[in-house]
């Protein structure tokens, strides 16, 4: 954490060696794959589970701010932002008469890209390296009574799309986001126990954004 901190630190006090600076807000929605199992069988204390994930029930929204820093035909693009996934599982309770719930799980994090690119025409390409810290919500950051704790759960991945920009002003870009580390997440049937799930979800981002 202390090293990305550097390296953005460095980039935003490197701003005035560059001549174009375009500061921007952006926002869009996400489309969540997870590669865990179809199907995973789970015991929570003597009962067992089946836990299907439900493709067509993961999706979310991102929002924040970037600085683009523009070198001839390539540019440096350090973004911040929050964003909200929910991800629906099918859970069924192995018994003589079998029941079935529908579980969800919502992830609220604050991702922090750097993603480098270049122009190929109208086109941008770009990629880069990603960091995700999980949050409760934005409060965490101020609230949070132990940020050491809270950092642990800092996990890494990458972003790579293509954009474009339109009028200098809007741009568009579509990312497909992987991630290198599992997350240890939990879902809770009716009676509310836990069940922990093992996943490496990927996503992929949609986004329209401005810039000053």
Aim: glycine content about 8%; proline content about 4%; cysteine-free.
């Amino acid at each position: 954490m202390k090293k990305l901190l550097a390296v953005v630190l460095v980039i935003f006090i490197s701003l005035p060696l560059f001549s174009q600076v375009r500061f921007g807000l952006k926002g869009g929605l996400s489309t969540t794959s997870l590669t865990m199992e179809n199907l995973k069988t789970l015991t929570s204390g003597e009962t067992q589970y089946t836990v299907e994930a439900l493709e067509e029930g993961n999706y979310g929204f991102h929002a924040g701010a970037f600085v683009r820093i523009n070198i001839s035909k390539f540019y440096i693009q350090p973004e911040l932002l929050f964003s909200s996934r929910t991800n629906e599982y099918s859970v069924t309770e192995l018994e003589e008469s079998p029941v079935e719930s529908i579980s969800k799980q919502q992830f609220n994090k604050l991702d922090l890209p750097i993603m480098l690119g270049f122009y190929l025409g109208p086109v941008r390409l770009n990629a880069g390296p990603s960091a995700s810290l999980l949050i409760n919500s934005p409060s965490d950051l101020i609230d949070h009574p132990d940020f050491n704790a809270m950092y642990q759960d800092l996990t890494f991945g990458y972003q790579a799309g293509v954009g474009v920009d339109v009028l200098k002003r809007l741009t568009i870009d579509l990312r497909y986001e992987g991630s290198l580390n599992k997350y240890q997440t939990q879902i809770s049937n009716a009676t509310g126990d836990k069940i922990k799930l093992d996943d490496r979800p990927g996503a992929f981002h949609l986004s329209l954004g401005f810039m000053f």
